[in-house]
């Protein structure tokens, strides 16, 4: 099994050149209790809206289904934490990954270099690249891969870095050499619990209701925030960091290197008047490359209208 090792050490290796702080291995076999627990879920509703989480139940669960002949999941961690904030205290908050550009194309492009060198490395090697773009269940990959714990808020946590990463995967038909999961380290704490403000999570943590999630109500919701939601919205228009912000792993969190992920010059400075009087423009410019684009103009309106009904009611 000499390749097998050494081409895993290679993955690592080139996975942290590329900018990932960390990277582990799963073997790609059905995950029998991860869909269970899918499928519980589901069955609840906390999916809320989001229909497409009930398709192609099986490749999100067995990714020999989206690369026939995978031998191997490659997990790797992203950093994004900054310790720059938004300027005004009282201006409708954005979540921290969405300062800036989308990570989607920002992280798609590392892993594409992490492809092409094992493969300029190794040979021929048939694989595909993920990152929240397809039915694959990241967190429990991640989890299985030995790069964190999931979290009693339903976060991967790494216990030297927190939980301000994006995740992404490499399904390749390569014989790696598996790592094994880590302890769960959460331990009694329940801050995220607590802290909730929409107490989408449920009391005994590690399970949670996206329908009332605050990032669920402002991202993938495209239709009028129920008003059950009335001044529990703790002031966020876009996305939500309570559960990240009081977790005690996170004070581990180191800034991130990566100049994609600075915020546009105008972001930060932006006061609450500037955001109650958002234009179509200032829109366009200050997102032109943000994640926020995918709620659109119309959408971040919405939910900044939302707040401010809050605030009066």
């Known amino acids: ?47 809320g809206k989001m229909a497409y989480m009930e398709n192609h139940f ?42 800036g550009e989308d990570y989607h194309h920002v992280v798609r492009d590392k892993l594409k270099a992490l492809l092409d060198a094992l493969r300029q490395q190794v ?5 595909r690249c993920f990152v929240d773009s397809a039915p694959v269940l990241e967190r429990d990959w991640a989890r299985r891969s030995g790069i964190g714990w999931v979290g009693k808020n339903t976060l991967l946590i790494h216990p030297r870095a927190g939980s301000y990463f994006f995740l992404a995967e490499l399904i390749i038909d390569l014989e790696l050499e598996p790592d094994g999961p880590m302890k769960d380290y959460c331990g009694t704490c329940r801050r995220c619990i607590d802290a909730c403000p929409t107490e989408a999570i449920s009391p005994e943590g590690y399970l949670l209701d996206a329908s009332k999630c605050i990032s669920y109500l402002t991202i993938e919701l495209k239709e009028a925030i129920p008003e059950a939601f009335k001044g529990k919205m703790d002031n966020w228009m876009f996305g939500c960091d309570v559960c990240q912000d009081v977790c005690p792993w996170n004070r581990f969190s180191q800034p991130h290197s990566e100049p994609a992920f600075e915020p546009h010059p105008d972001l930060l400075a932006m006061t609450r008047r500037d955001w109650l009087e958002l ?34 009611s």
Not at 2 to 31: D, Q, V, W, Y
Not at 62 to 83: H, I, Q, W
Not at 123 to 127: A, C, P
Request: aromatic content about 12%; overall charge positive.
């Open 1 to 47: 099994m000499p390749n097998c090792f050494s081409h895993t050490h290679f993955i690592k290796e080139e996975a942290h050149r590329l900018g990932f702080s960390f990277a582990g291995i799963s073997r790609a076999e059905r995950m029998d209790e991860e869909a269970r627990r899918l499928e519980e879920w589901l069955a609840s509703g906390f999916h």
């Open 58 to 99: 099986e490749k999100r669960v067995d990714p020999r289904e989206l690369v026939p002949g995978a031998k191997s999941v490659v997990s790797l961690m992203y950093n994004y934490f900054t310790e720059k904030k938004q300027e005004d205290p009282t201006a409708p908050k954005l979540s921290m990954y969405a300062y």
């Open 123 to 127: 040979g021929e090697v048939q694989g």
């Open 279 to 312: 234009t179509e423009e200032v829109f366009g410019r200050v997102f032109r490359r943000s994640a926020v684009r995918r709620t659109k103009y119309s959408g971040l309106k919405r939910n900044i209208s939302f707040l401010v009904e809050e605030l009066k």
